[in-house]
């Protein structure tokens, strides 16, 4: 430090000095706030700083919650109780989380996602095949002109390939021994013939009953020579050297075998004569096209020969064997060619247009309502009748697969566009808009497609018509899902391979006994019926797979998901969805293989399902029992003294509740065991009993509400056990009800003949408190009986 900052120092330090300073720093304080003011100076905040403050006022406090577990909400960063996970922002204006799959964006990251959305539709679309091939002869009109005598060909009148024939020309002069011989046994047998006739006496029994000369004639005529050749022979009386054969068909030689002075012996192919009128076109379809080809149906082709004409044909057969190697189907098409244009060998480009209607089945104008037959799909008639080339009676058009357009009206497909689903197998990934949400809202979709019509999928299970799905950006959204671990086509069960079936308020998967009745029956329901399903794979039992599969996704569909809450309704909403899928496909699998294939994916989802609903404890749930009517008419009066303490308790009346224990012991000591007759139905009975004297008797010594409403859930618990195993009379109707809120939260249930909330729990506190309502014994009144017994 140099002297003069140390004299600086020094003298600035003085007490005097400081004092002086001070005084300064105040003046300029007040003198600029004094000119602050002048110059329009306001101690507001400036107008950015009041919107942002208003926007984060609107916006409300910042939360942050975990991506595998939305129950989860904290007010700062940290990590998830449950599973660890860094917590996530979570804006508290996008509405509650309703599914798994889930995604809320802003209306500017929409824009800029380019997300564009296309309603689920039912219409019919056209699915067009294409494929490639080759012209071919017809099989049927090919002839083969064959030696049917050993000789000498000492002539060939048609010497080149290619020449038109047509039936009856000349076309080889033969030199045959055999022919010769033949000959002279005819001309022997018509002298003596002859002679024969001119004797006296002479008759036909004179040779053994053997007409001689008409089995030489058959002789030749299986030689190959015609009817007019054995005549001249027989006239003309000497056999000749050498005997033509003539075309038996028209058309070109497309083979020459033999040379001129080749020796033939019987049976040697000479000549290949094709009938070139009608031709085959040989093509290949793809494994994935053939649902829709069908027998009979038109197919429009070009060729190199004649761009931009086009030529049609009808599909005559389908190979049933599939090439390993192409994967790949030969398709006939039965061809006219009555112009010549068509040459075999030439190369085809063709397409078929199918018309698709619900199943994938398809429909043919051309051929509604017609008659075609079975050989020749070229015949096509209005009326039924033969085949005019082979025969055969003509059959409907319907019989080989297609179906009438009318029939159909209102049975269109449910289609999508390609660009929607997320191709994964059978299955896809589909999002879906919510357009009902204050903010673009998208939930993922596991859908099972049908075949590719065109430019779109039909669908067979997991969307409803009507429902907008992403048709752009849903790439964008799986990513956005990716990135947060939720479940996606990339990562179906969420990021880290989570589980997705926490509690909503423990962390803790739900118990199956704290679910609702028809929930617990239809899980139990959905348990067994795998069990079956396991059952008939491992036998091998392929009809039994697809039957059992039917059941289970009549099963899954028939839960009520709105008895569900929160959390849960998430999870069963996407087990139900995976389920439900696996069971779609399970209806219609093919082979045995493919079905033990598609159990193991279902195992997988089953252990999802044991392991979010607990189904290891099935055995919990009341089981109806074999109980006379008498026994639960004196249950009626247990039921009736049960519903008097619920009504004391929800209008605060303890003392008339304490009456009501009174009614109730007199009742429950009343009833004759003896009417039971059925073992198991006894012991049930002497069990509960025994339980609702333990419960009576500590009801009887309760002195307080408080005490006596504790009491009244396990009370409500055996009613329950009673009401769905005995029955309090077959049409007496019995509601079950559940109070989230009861006993610090950990809820309790209780029963009553209606629907209308009574909470015992809370009285007139929260009277109305419920967050569930079911039927679970007898049947529910009508409108008209509910309005006259509130009215009472």
């Known amino acids: 430090m140099s002297g003069e900052t140390r004299s600086f120092l020094s003298r600035l330090l003085k ?38 403050h208003d926007h984060a006022a609107e916006r409300g406090p910042q939360l942050w919650t975990c991506s595998m577990h939305p129950q989860i909400k904290a007010n700062k960063p940290g990590k998830c109780p449950i599973c660890a ?8 204006n996008t509405g509650p989380v309703t599914g798994l799959r889930q995604l809320v964006v802003s209306t500017a990251a929409r824009a800029l996602m380019n997300i564009q959305v296309t309603p689920v539709q039912r219409r019919y679309v056209e699915a067009n095949v294409r494929m490639v091939g080759k012209v071919d002869y017809d099989e049927t009109r090919l002839k083969r002109i064959t030696a049917r005598v050993a000789g000498r060909l000492d002539r060939l009148f048609v010497d080149y390939t290619g020449v038109q024939v047509n039936e009856g020309d ?54 190959g020579l015609t009817q007019e050749q ?59 096209d053939l649902i829709w080809l069908r027998y009979g149906q038109s197919v429009t082709f070009t060729t190199e020969a004649y761009p931009g004409q086009e030529f049609r044909g009808r599909i005559a057969f389908i190979d049933p064997v599939l090439n390993d190697k192409t994967r790949t189907v030969k398709i006939r098409v039965n061809v006219d060619n009555t112009e010549g244009k068509l040459k075999p060998d030439m190369f085809v480009r063709a397409i078929v247009q199918a018309k698709v209607a619900a199943g994938g089945r398809v429909i043919d104008a051309d051929l509604e309502g017609k008659w075609i037959s079975p050989m020749h799909p070229e015949i096509v008639k209005d009326e039924p009748g033969d085949c005019d080339i082979c025969g055969m009676p003509l059959v409907r058009a319907e019989s080989l697969g297609y179906v009438s357009s009318k029939a ?22 589909v999002y879906v808009e919510d357009p009902k949400a204050k903010e673009p809202t998208f939930e993922g979709r596991e859908v099972v497609l049908g075949p590719r019509a065109g430019d779109h999928y039909l669908v067979r299970s997991g969307l409803k018509e009507g429902e907008l799905v992403v048709t752009n950006g849903n790439f964008k959204i799986d990513s956005a899902l990716q990135i947060v671990a939720k479940p996606s086509m990339m990562t179906p069960e969420g990021g880290g391979g989570h589980q997705h079936g926490d ?80 069971a779609t496909e399970g209806q219609t699998v093919k082979t045995i293989k ?65 009456k009501a224990v009174q009614q109730f012991e007199q009742s429950m000591k009343s009833a004759d065991m003896k009417l039971l007759t059925d073992n198991k139905a006894h012991r049930a009975w002497m069990k509960e009993q025994k339980n609702l004297a333990a419960i009576v008797e500590s009801l009887k010594k309760t002195e307080e509400i408080r005490a006596f409403r504790a009491q009244f859930e396990p009370l ?77």
């Open 170 to 223: 000349h076309m080889v002069y033969i030199y045959s021994e055999q022919l010769y011989t033949a000959q002279q046994e005819l001309i022997e047998t018509a002298r003596v013939r002859k002679a024969q006739a001119d004797a006296a006496g002479a008759d036909f029994f004179a040779t053994g009953g053997i007409d001689l000369l008409e089995s030489a004639r058959e002789k030749l005529r299986l030689l």
């Open 503 to 582: 509690n909503a308020s423990s962390g803790t998967p739900p118990k199956l006994k704290d679910l609702p009745i028809s929930i617990r029956q239809r899980l139990i329901e959905i348990n067994t019926t795998w069990q079956h399903i396991q059952n008939a794979a491992e036998e091998e039992n392929l009809d039994a797979v697809q039957q059992h599969f039917g059941k289970l996704k009549e099963v899954v569909q028939s839960v009520d998901s709105s008895l569900l809450a929160e959390h849960p309704k998430m999870l069963w909403s996407e087990l139900s969805m995976l389920i439900g899928n696996d």
């Open 716 to 792: 409500s618990a055996v009613l329950q056990v009673l009401a769905m195993s005995f029955g309090f009379g077959e049409t007496e109707p019995v509601f079950l009800l559940h109070c989230p809120m009861a006993f610090n939260n950990k809820g309790a249930i209780w029963l009553q003949d209606n629907s209308q909330t009574r909470n015992p729990y809370f009285g007139s506190t929260m009277l109305q408190c419920a967050d569930r309502t079911e039927l679970i014994a007898g049947e529910k009144p009508d409108a008209a009986e509910a309005i006259s017994k509130d009215e009472e």
């Open 85 to 92: 996970m860094e917590l996530i922002p979570l804006s508290t």
């Open 408 to 429: 159909m009206e209102n049975t269109q497909p449910l289609v999508i566009p390609v660009s929607a689903a997320l191709v994964t197998g059978t299955r896809a990934i």
């Open 594 to 658: 493919s079905a033990q294939q598609l159990v193991g994916e279902l195992r997988r989802d089953m252990q999802r399902l044991d392991e979010q609903f607990g189904l290891a404890h099935a055995e919990s749930l009341p089981q109806k029992l074999v109980v006379p009517a008498p026994f639960q008419q004196q249950l009626s009066s247990l039921w009736d003294a049960y519903q008097k303490m619920g009504d004391a308790l929800a209008s605060d009346n303890f003392p008339e509740a304490q």
């Open 230 to 288: 054995i005549a001249e022979i027989e006239t003309r009386e000497k056999p000749t050297d050498n005997v033509m054969i003539y075309a038996p068909m028209g058309g070109i030689v497309i083979e020459k075998l033999k040379q001129e002075g080749d020796r033939v012996n019987t049976g040697d192919r000479i000549y290949t004569v094709a009938d070139l009128s009608q031709l085959w076109v040989q093509m290949d379809a793809y494994e994935s």
């Open 15 to 52: 007490p005097s000095s400081i004092f002086v300073l001070l005084g300064e720093l105040v003046v300029v304080f007040v003198l600029g706030f004094a000119f602050s003011q002048f110059w329009g100076g306001s101690d507001a905040p400036s107008a950015e700083a009041s919107a942002e």
